[in-house]
């Protein structure tokens, strides 16, 4: 973005407007009409400007979502192209359009083997509501129509509509409605949280035997899925031990249950794989996915299914009922062909695996693997979260560590760095085409946050 950006209208003109039509997602409000919001009218690479001219460093991809960062040309030009030729068709009416079956193409020689149809979406919300449904028919066919159970883990997220956050373990989320039936949850992989006195390897398995303790519960011929992030975003950015997918894996095929891998944040290069359960090591039934699809610029999402599944529903299925207006639509699957292309070609993935990704978390261990306020580093790639701890040798954690990693975040947007923070953990996940200098960027001012932070409450 051009430093010559002039204003349309006042800050204080576009936030009395936005509190008069607008509900923020996971704010409050009230609080939030008193503050004001930032208004965020440019972005280029990894940086954002406000109306009022601040810069920031966007350490968070928006919401994990723009790999290939801001002002790619290249994306606007293929949305541009498709707007003119072809706006809008959808895939009811025994009808499909060049876009969609050219992203297929593209999206299944990006993926392993064994996977072999997609339903596309506009969200990843909107591809965990499908996969409730399409995992239940899927068993209906085969003449298990009572395995309908979901399994999740508490402190998961698979989105804010009413399945998608009942699935998801957002405790708060429940009370507000978001509960359906038939859907169960185990303990969360949270080592640093959780461990007692077992090693990381002894607490991953530990954790996993939990879903088989639920699936025995509950009867392995009533469960129908086990849902999970390889690794937990909003949750905080935690990395289960190396021991739990292994043992995930190998209960879901004991009991005959599916495997459902949420790679809505973890898709499309984050860890320096192209999919995040491919640096874990595991091969799931089916995939969530959206975000980094294309790369923010215009909303899609998806589901993909194994071959294993998508035989039985096309093969034996017959009639699924099932569909979006907007399923497969031509300008985002442009923009998807665009993006995908762009990440394979550039070798941005690779850079993200073998370059940047391995020096963020370097970066991230020397600067802070010392520090008083901080107790655990864990990430791969260019997705990274730090603990906050009172006692980093006892793993004791403050007892309002939500409202210190808030406070660093709010001291990072004073220092012009956007990360985020969730409990007692302060996360980030900046663009795939971060270069060194902008890694240092962000470390740096990530610091003088952290630093800031420390001081205020005492601990340096």
Same mark, same amino acid.
Request: glycine share 10%; with cysteine.
């Given at each position: 973005m ?8 006042? #800050? ?10 607008? !509900?923020?997602? &996971? ?12 208004v965020?009218?440019?972005?280029? /690479? ?14 968070m ?5 723009? =790999? ?18 072809l ?7 025994? #009808? ?11 999206? &299944? ?11 596309? #979406? =506009? ?9 409730? *449904?399409?995992? /239940? ?16 883990? +508490? =402190? ?22 978001g ?8 303990d ?20 996993? /035997?939990?879903?088989?303790? %639920?699936?025995?519960e ?26 739990? +997918? ?7 095929? %004991? ?14 290069g984050?860890?320096?794989? +192209? ?7 595991f ?8 975000? $980094?699809?294309?790369?923010?610029y ?25 569909g ?12 998807? !062909? ?5 990440l ?15 020096y ?20 791969? $790639? ?14 004791? /954690? &403050? ?6 990693? +808030? *406070? ?13 923070? #969730?409990?007692? *953990? ?20 990530? %610091? ?13």
């Amino acid at each position: 973005m051009t430093t010559d950006y002039k204003p349309q209208r006042e #800050t204080k003109d576009y936030q009395a407007a936005d509190a008069a039509h607008h !509900i923020h997602a &996971f704010l409050d409000q009230k609080a939030l009409n008193e503050e004001g919001p930032r208004v965020i009218v440019g972005g280029e /690479r990894l940086h954002l400007w406000d109306n009022d001219g601040n810069r920031y460093l966007d350490g968070m991809s928006g919401l994990w979502c723009t =790999n290939l960062g801001y002002g790619r040309k290249d994306l606007a030009a293929a949305a541009t192209r498709q707007l003119e030729q072809l706006p809008y068709y959808n895939m009811f009416f025994h #009808t499909t359009h060049p876009a969609v079956v050219e992203l297929s193409e593209l999206l &299944f020689s990006l993926l392993p083997k064994h996977y072999s149809h997609a339903i596309y #979406t =506009n969200s990843g919300s909107e591809a965990n509501e499908v996969l409730i *449904r399409t995992v /239940r028919r899927y068993w209906q066919v085969l003449g298990k129509p009572q395995k309908k159970v979901m399994i999740g883990r +508490w =402190n998961g997220y698979h989105g804010s509509t009413l399945a998608a956050s009942a699935m998801g373990g957002m405790k708060f989320m429940h009370e507000m409605g978001g509960v359906i039936p038939d859907v169960a949850h185990i303990d969360e992989p949270y080592w640093f949280g959780h461990e007692g006195d077992l090693t990381p390897a002894e607490f991953g398995l530990r954790a996993a /035997r939990q879903l088989e303790t %639920k699936i025995l519960e509950l009867g392995a011929e009533n469960v129908a899925a086990f849902i999970a992030e390889p690794f937990q975003g909003a949750g905080g950015m935690i990395f289960p031990p190396e021991s739990y +997918w292994p043992e995930i894996q190998r209960i879901c095929r %004991k009991y005959d249950v599916l495997l459902c891998a949420d790679e809505v944040i973890g898709g499309f290069g984050r860890t320096g794989e +192209w999919f995040a359960h491919q640096h874990f090591d595991f091969e799931p039934d089916t995939l969530s996915i959206a975000k $980094g699809l294309t790369s923010g610029y215009i909303p899609m999402g998806g589901l993909i299914l194994s071959r294993r599944m998508a035989e039985v529903l096309v093969e034996q299925g017959g009639v699924f009922a099932h569909g979006l207006t907007y399923s497969g639509h031509p300008v985002a699957a442009a923009v998807a !062909i665009a993006n995908l292309t762009a990440l394979r070609d550039e070798g941005v993935v690779t850079q993200v695996k073998n370059d940047t990704g391995p020096y963020l978390q370097q970066c991230l261990r020397e600067v802070f693997g010392n520090h008083p306020l901080v107790g655990e580093i864990q990430g791969v $790639g260019l997705v990274a979260a730090l603990q906050f701890a009172q006692d980093k040798a006892t793993r004791k /954690r &403050f007892a309002n560590e939500g409202d210190i990693a +808030w *406070r660093c975040r709010t001291i990072g947007f004073e220092e012009g760095v956007i990360i985020r923070s #969730t409990l007692g *953990r302060m996360i980030m996940a900046p663009a795939l085409i971060a270069t060194r200098a902008e890694i240092d960027e962000l470390v740096g001012k990530t %610091k003088i946050a952290v630093d800031r932070t420390a001081k205020e409450i005492g601990v340096l």
